[in-house]
């Protein structure tokens, strides 16, 4: 479109008189933009992020015209026009991502329908989400926070001095790296969670804390170590938690359902190698059948990918190579 016809639509894009025709047209335009390069910065200054997109827009040559720009009143048009348009861009942002008190950062959303999902976040920690649930975080994921609705289990990658902070309800659950399952109360306010590695602290927000979706640091916290639960109601009473200790094996009721479990009692390694592409999403190459009759007895719950391939090469007495989405085993072997 040429920038007289854009500036004309993103007028009538923003006093809300688009036909259909219109509005079609002018989305067309809106989603001919790559969103790699114009993603909303979450820890980005609003000014800042205007310049940045101000500039991006500019460049991005999805503003065409015939004429060339040969005299400075033509390229006064040309930034007035990049200017309406990154305003009605921050205004279809807003509505798109309204969420927090930053609107114009965009959120990923996840949802787990009626069986159980399976995600990796983008820090490498794995979610399993339970029947019903969601899962909301900032896409560019430089603080590991998510917003949990009802029930998921946890396994969190160890980042040092990075903490991963789960909300559910009017709580926040903080943890280094760990394995845990947490549950939202039925009246959204109160949770349930237990640990099953690691250690979790677990804080009561301000409820106009809540309603901004921001993390407060509180004076007090309950700490839950392996195999504690935590059940809130109303509020934590700090000098009587109500915490309990369970007694969990390795399959329970809160990793049912999901691939978390992997210990292996002398397991055939097809066996072993079939869990791992499932838990991790990739693909376990061998080059040939030298490990078929070997057998694995190992516990590789709550551990890394890469450690997790460590361990499996060095008990077939082999090399491994890692790449994007799979797993290169070379040498070695069973008789």
């Not at 200790?245 to 079939?274: K, S």
């Amino acid at each position: 479109m040429t920038p007289q016809e854009v500036d004309r639509l993103a007028k009538k894009w923003q006093e809300g008189t688009l036909n259909a025709d219109e509005r079609i047209r002018f989305e067309q335009w809106y989603h001919s933009f790559d969103d790699t390069k114009l993603e909303i910065d979450s820890d980005e200054g609003e000014a800042a992020m205007k310049s940045r997109l101000y500039h991006q827009i500019m460049a991005s040559g999805a503003i065409v015209d015939t004429q060339p720009v040969s005299n400075r009143l033509t390229r006064l048009r040309y930034s007035a026009v990049a200017a309406l348009l990154l305003v009605a861009f921050l205004f279809y942002w807003h509505h798109q991502n309204a969420f927090g008190d930053r609107p114009w950062v965009a959120h990923v959303t996840i949802e787990a329908g009626d069986a159980v999902k399976q995600e990796i976040l983008p820090d490498g920690s794995i979610i399993w989400l339970k029947p019903g649930a969601s899962l909301r975080y900032v896409k560019a994921f430089r603080k590991r926070d998510v917003k949990l609705t009802g029930e998921a289990l946890f396994e969190v990658s160890k980042i040092a001095g990075k903490p991963f902070r789960v909300q559910v309800g009017d709580y926040m659950a903080t943890v280094l790296g760990t394995s845990f399952n947490i549950r939202q109360s039925d009246n959204r306010r109160d949770m349930e969670v237990v640990v099953l590695t690691g250690k979790v602290a677990v804080s009561k927000q301000r409820r106009s804390e809540v309603r901004k979706n921001q993390a407060m640091e509180t004076p007090g916290e309950v700490v839950l170590m392996p195999n504690q639960r935590l059940k809130t109601s109303g509020d934590l009473k700090l000098e009587a938690p109500p915490v309990e200790t369970l007694e969990l094996v390795q399959t329970n009721a809160y990793t049912q359902g999901t691939a978390y479990n992997m210990q292996f009692d002398d397991t055939p390694f097809m066996e072993v190698a079939r869990r791992i592409s499932m838990k991790f999403k990739v693909s376990v190459e061998t080059g040939d059948d030298r490990y078929n009759t070997c057998r694995i007895s190992a516990n590789l719950s709550d551990q890394s990918l890469e450690y997790t391939a460590e361990l499996v090469a060095s008990a077939l007495g082999a090399e491994y190579e890692m790449q994007k989405d799979k797993i290169i085993l070379k040498g070695g072997g069973c008789l």
